[in-house]
């Protein structure tokens, strides 16, 4: 499975900007998915995660009442809605997917990733 994922840029702080994550060539209606990021000179870190039914959601801290994470099975696509965005939430993000997971948080859980897309929040 490849993932593309789109929708980053350079925004203001307190801005939002909507992240999309789509396979190419076959559904992954059948995945959890997640949402990744690393800054700069940071580590990679989990952000968001949503389960294959779209019906159970996982947040990291730091993103918990800011970030929406939802699926569209129709449109076979995943989204990472970013709201009020802060100056430490420039990174780089990374969608993923996975056959099956015990901790959605794990990046190691994951099988298939995205190329990454770059969110820039300027103060």
């Known amino acids: 499975v490849q993932l593309q994922a789109c929708g980053g840029g350079l925004v203001q702080a307190g801005g939002s900007l909507r992240l999309s994550c789509a396979p190419s060539?076959?559904?992954?209606?059948?995945?959890?998915t997640g949402w990744f990021r690393q800054g700069p000179g940071k580590e990679q870190e989990f952000v968001a995660a949503?389960?294959?039914?779209?019906?159970?959601?996982w947040y990291a801290d730091s993103v918990k009442g800011r970030f929406t994470i939802s699926r569209d099975a129709a449109k076979n696509t995943v989204y990472l809605q970013m709201n009020g965005l802060k100056p430490e939430d420039t990174a780089v993000y990374y969608c993923?997917?996975?056959?099956?997971?015990?901790?959605?948080?794990?990046?190691?859980?994951?099988?298939?990733w995205g190329q990454g897309t770059l969110v820039t929040v300027s103060s």
């Open positions: 949503v389960s294959w039914t779209g019906r159970s959601t």
């Open positions: 060539g076959r559904t992954f209606s059948n995945y959890g």
């Open positions: 993923a997917a996975a056959m099956m997971w015990t901790s959605p948080t794990l990046a190691s859980e994951y099988d298939y």
